[in-house]
């Protein structure tokens, strides 16, 4: 069982930053694979970034290249989304999900845990 605890989303303006963290409870921590989602009202869960367990295996949106970074430190089991230019359209419930595969997974359903999800809004 991991529980997964999201921090860090706020209010930004376009251009902004802003860092999400997601602490895990549990000792095995780096045998999951790691993935950011977000999701707005009346749209589906969408995939943004995922990091295996090397942290060179790594995938992001196409939207978000150049301008997020996923993280990962097992050793404070935390799993970090450095989100960089921020614009509108990024605006959403952002949460963190963790899969037993050790490979990066963009689809929803093959992750087991989920947080609680952090709400990022970007004004114009």
């Known amino acids: 069982q991991v529980q997964l605890v999201e921090s860090g989303g706020g209010l930004v303006q376009a251009g902004g930053s802003l860092r999400l963290s997601c602490a895990a409870s549990?000792?095995?921590?780096?045998?999951?694979?790691m993935g950011w989602f977000r999701q707005v009202p009346g749209k589906e869960r969408e995939f943004v970034a995922a990091?295996?367990?090397?942290?060179?295996?790594?995938y992001y949106l196409d939207s978000v290249k150049g301008r997020f970074t996923i993280s990962r430190d097992n050793g404070e089991n935390t799993v970090y989304l450095q989100m960089n230019s921020l614009k509108p359209d990024d605006t959403a419930v952002y949460y963190c999900?963790?899969?037993?595969?050790?490979?990066?997974?963009?689809?929803?359903?093959?992750?087991?845990?989920w947080g609680q999800g952090t709400q990022v809004t970007v004004s114009s």
């Open positions: 999900a963790a899969s037993t595969s050790p490979r990066v997974m963009v689809l929803p359903q093959l992750y087991d845990y």
């Open positions: 549990g000792r095995t921590f780096s045998s999951y694979s």
């Open positions: 990091i295996g367990w090397s942290a060179g295996d790594i």
